[in-house]
């Protein structure tokens, strides 16, 4: 069993920064692919950035390819989404999830764990 519990969001202004983290608890953290998702008001939950369980392998969206880095901590059972040049369209609220298959964890579809979210808001 894993729990996820996200922190870091809040207001920033476009071209700011912001750093999540997603702190799991159980001692078999270490081997689960994690991935970052968000959803904005109306819209599809999104894949944002997935990170393996060593951490060696990572995978971002397009759209936040050059700006945001998924990294963790397996000491610290945490794995961080450092957010830069943030942009009105980064409003969301981000989940973290973690599973044991790759496919889940870019997709978001079947993941087995998730977080309960944290609002991130960008103003123009």
């Known amino acids: 069993q894993v729990q996820l519990v996200e922190s870091g969001g809040g207001l920033v202004q476009a071209g700011g920064s912001l750093k999540l983290s997603c702190l799991a608890s159980g001692r078999t953290f270490s081997s689960y692919f994690v991935g970052w998702f968000r959803q904005a008001p109306g819209l599809e939950r999104e894949f944002v950035a997935a990170?393996?369980?060593?951490?060696?392998?990572?995978s971002y969206v397009d759209s936040v390819k050059g700006r945001f880095t998924i990294s963790r901590d397996n000491a610290k059972n945490t794995v961080y989404l450092q957010m830069d040049s943030m942009k009105p369209e980064d409003t969301a609220v981000y989940y973290c999830?973690?599973?044991?298959?790759?496919?889940?964890?870019?997709?978001?579809?079947?993941?087995?764990?998730w977080g309960q979210g944290t609002q991130v808001t960008v103003s123009s």
């Open positions: 999830a973690a599973d044991r298959s790759w496919v889940a964890v870019v997709t978001g579809g079947k993941c087995d764990y």
């Open positions: 990170i393996s369980s060593k951490g060696g392998t990572t």
